[in-house]
């Protein structure tokens, strides 16, 4: 049975858009990435589309006159890709609520922080200077405001007490790998409802643990 063909938007390397193709690639996963777009020429991320046999195209915001021309280059690419959902990943432009409102709960994104915490840029700067000790990530369903929308799966990572924004991005970043196949399969298998802007899973299974940080003493 075909899977559902899939399409990811990037910016850069693509390092969540690899992850996607890879768990693709690689399992059952009732899901086929049909194209990968970018809206920067260079974006490092097509090259490795390119080797996995993935078609790839730039729609660049520089040859658009405003955010409207340019969400109408991005969907007409996108249909003529055959694209039927669409996975952000490391895309750095804001889109349109009408192109939004087109693909309402067929967009998702990932997120380096527990949403609603930390939307925005600078995040894990952020983190260390609230002083925070849990951070982690988040797969959302999009919506027109920027970092919101019905949450799918979140991972949680500890803040180590001598942690850098680096540091603490390559141990959120590894679990953004985890969770992006995660929440895409949920989505492909139709276990997947958004009901208001909440997502409901059959079959959800919750975390057999708590996480606790600073431990105490023992």
Not at 142 to 154: L, N
Request: proline letters at 4%; aromatic letters at 4%.
């Amino acid at each position: 049975m075909p899977g559902l063909k899939v399409a990811i938007l990037i910016s850069g390397r693509g390092s969540n858009m690899r992850a996607l193709v890879d768990a693709c690639a690689a399992t059952d996963l009732a899901a086929d990435v049909v194209c990968v777009l970018s809206d920067r020429a260079g974006a490092a991320g097509l090259d490795y589309a390119e080797r996995a046999g993935i078609a790839t195209a730039v729609v660049d915001r520089r040859g658009h006159g405003d955010r409207e021309s340019f969400d109408a280059a991005l969907n007409a690419a996108l249909e003529a890709a055959g694209a039927e959902f669409v996975c952000l990943a490391g895309f750095m432009r804001l889109l349109g609520e009408s192109f939004v409102n087109r693909w309402r709960d067929r967009l998702i994104n990932i997120h380096p922080s527990l949403l609603p915490a930390f939307k925005g840029l600078h995040v894990h700067e952020r983190v260390l200077e609230t002083g925070v000790r849990i951070s982690g990530c988040t797969v959302h369903y999009v919506r027109a405001e920027m970092d919101v929308g019905p949450i799918i799966v979140q991972a949680a990572v500890p803040v180590e007490a001598d942690d850098s924004a680096e540091s603490l991005a390559a141990r959120v970043l590894a679990q953004e790998h985890r969770i992006y196949p995660l929440a895409l399969r949920l989505i492909a298998e139709g276990r997947v409802r958004v009901v208001g802007e909440r997502v409901l899973i059959s079959g959800q299974r919750a975390a057999d643990a708590s996480l606790l940080n600073p431990l105490p003493e023992s």
